[in-house]
């Protein structure tokens, strides 16, 4: 008794090399591990304290299905003062993470057969989202020449006239490109010309590295900002993940008909958790900071490391915290490759062929310096026993 609308969507493809590097684990092996798609810092104190408070101010009740007036409003001023963007708080709904922002909209905004276009690689529920509302996803294949970013001539070659909404997400996950000012402005010439909306995931915004600079498409103009929609939320900024709080904003149309929606189904997210995620924007920004500096040693670390390794080829990831590494000379799919370094060894990481591209492979360097030091050794092991004639120059 399953509907043909789940029935439609693919389990995970990283699930089973996850759950054998796990299974590994168990067994007493030292697996190194590069598949963590969260930070793994612990919430700073002062966001858990806000929460302790907010549980005994009485803060446990069910509230506003589109979120706490106060956390719209912090959010509103988030938006202002960091990508100025103007929001009322009508235009925001707090979500169960990023996530629920992405599919509740997907869900409002799409009509069965309508399609969307998705830039691969692509974070691993947009097509799924996608086909649950009965849309249809069509993958646009980016390449390591551009930095893997859509271009404006890719965009206009894919649209059809059942096309009606593009998914951007910058910075990436998988590949850690973040798009550039006149990328963004040529991209939402394309859209707008195409007569286009645009859902902006913007969940990685304040990871990025070496003067890279965090802009939001919506701010472009006043014709693209009534065409976007902004996802966000605090699990990656403030290592929240567990949290579940994100948002999502634009037209005060879609965010009523998402918060329509949401009423429906989850209701509002965890009361007291909002007053943590308001705690978060409100509070001292400097744990934040500390830990994108932490990121960034580690990302040039790993980064120093891989482009030493022969057969790989990189584009250097400007933010997030993902290195999307192309293993094309190896000869191996993304699945071979990772399931040799993980038996081989214990090196996990994520196939590629989950985020729409198989030929490559998606490390994480949201881990410490030592399990970086040892996994990348063993990475060039494990490359260095590969047949020689297999591995070509990955860096063409
Ligand atoms: C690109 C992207 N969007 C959205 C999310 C979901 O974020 P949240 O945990 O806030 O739901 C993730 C989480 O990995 C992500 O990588």
Request: glycine share 8%.
């Amino acid at each position: 008794m399953l509907s043909e609308r789940i029935l439609q969507v693919q389990p995970s493809a990283t699930l089973e090399i996850t759950a054998r590097a796990r299974a590994m684990r168990a067994a007493g092996e030292d697996v190194c591990s590069f598949a963590a798609g969260e930070p793994d810092f612990d919430t700073p104190a002062f966001i858990r304290e806000a929460v302790k408070t907010a549980l005994d101010q009485g803060k446990t009740r069910y509230g506003p299905a589109a979120g706490e007036l106060v956390l719209r409003r912090a959010i509103a001023e988030k938006f202002r003062q960091d990508n100025g963007l103007s929001y009322t708080p009508e235009q925001i709904l707090v979500t169960n993470g990023c996530k629920q922002a992405l599919y509740n909209l997907i869900q409002v905004m799409i009509q069965p057969g309508d399609e969307v276009l998705i830039p691969a690689p692509y974070w691993v529920s947009y097509p799924e989202m996608v086909r649950l509302a009965g849309g249809r996803p069509v993958v646009i294949p980016t390449e390591r020449a551009t930095g893997y970013k859509l271009t404006p001539e890719q965009l206009a070659e894919a649209v059809t006239p059942r096309s009606r909404l593009l998914i951007l997400n910058s910075p990436n996950n998988p590949t850690g490109a973040v798009y550039q000012r006149e990328e963004l402005q040529a991209l939402a010439e394309a859209i707008l010309r195409h007569d286009l909306w645009v859902i902006s995931d913007e969940i990685y915004e304040k990871l990025v590295y070496d003067g890279a600079e965090h802009l939001s498409i919506a701010a472009l103009g006043e014709e693209i900002y009534a065409r976007t929609l902004v996802c966000n939320g605090f699990a990656k900024a403030y290592a929240m993940t567990g949290w579940r709080v994100g948002y999502g904003a634009g037209s005060p149309e879609i965010i009523a008909a998402a918060a329509n929606l949401q009423g429906h189904s989850t209701s509002n997210v965890c009361t007291f958790a909002q007053y943590g995620a308001l705690a978060a924007l409100q509070g001292p920004q400097a744990e934040l900071h500390r830990m994108r500096q932490v990121f960034g040693e580690r990302r040039r670390l790993m980064c120093d490391a891989l482009a030493q390794m022969p057969g790989l080829g990189l584009a250097p990831p400007a933010g997030a915290f993902y290195i999307w590494v192309d293993i094309r000379a190896t000869g191996l799919n993304s699945v071979q490759f990772c399931q040799q370094v993980l038996e081989q060894y214990q090196v996990a990481l994520v196939p590629g062929r989950a985020f729409g591209d198989d030929q490559h492979v998606r490390l994480s360097y949201a881990t410490d310096h030592t399990t970086i030091a040892k996994g990348m050794a063993r990475l060039a092991q494990y490359l260095g026993h590969l047949a020689p004639l297999s591995v070509g120059d990955g860096k063409r």
